[in-house]
Nanobody, 122 residues
Framework: QVRLVESGGGLVQAGGSLRLSCAAS????????IAWFRQAAGREREFVAA????????YYEDSLKGRFTISRANAKNTVDLQMNGLKPEDTAVYYC???????????????WGQGTQVTVSS
């Protein structure tokens, strides 16, 4: 089974940018859909973006389109999430997840990383 490890979180001021990275261990990475979810304190985990194995199809939460960009490099076994124009409401733990098909539902992903904290100050 693929193991996923997130990195790149941190503290940033509103309007700033961060780039998160999800690194996958050896395995069936190239056949996985990789998604980013986030969970703010006291809230449900919510879908952010997903990308298919070829990188040709990408899916975004509507409210995040234009600010967040997902990309993948199969040769490096990584999926990145570029976040621009960050807002305090983007503060959350960000998780990457792997699954067999594109979905916005967390139950459709069977492999999860440990998460990385993103904090946006006002």
């Amino acid at each position: 089974q693929v193991r996923l490890v997130e990195s790149g979180g941190g503290l940033v001021q509103a309007g700033g940018s961060l780039r998160l990275s999800c690194a996958a261990s050896a395995g069936a990475f190239n056949r996985y859909i990789i998604a980013w979810f986030r969970q703010a304190a006291g809230r449900e985990r919510e879908f952010v973006a997903a990308i298919i194995w070829s990188g040709n199809a990408k899916y975004y939460e509507d409210s995040l389109k234009g600010r967040f960009t997902i990309s993948r490099a199969n040769a490096k076994n990584t999926v990145d999430l570029q976040m621009n124009g960050l807002k305090p409401e983007d503060t959350a733990v960000y998780y990457c997840a792997g699954g067999p098909r594109p979905s916005t539902a967390r139950q459709d992903y069977d492999t999860w990383g440990q998460g990385t904290q993103v904090t946006v100050s006002s």
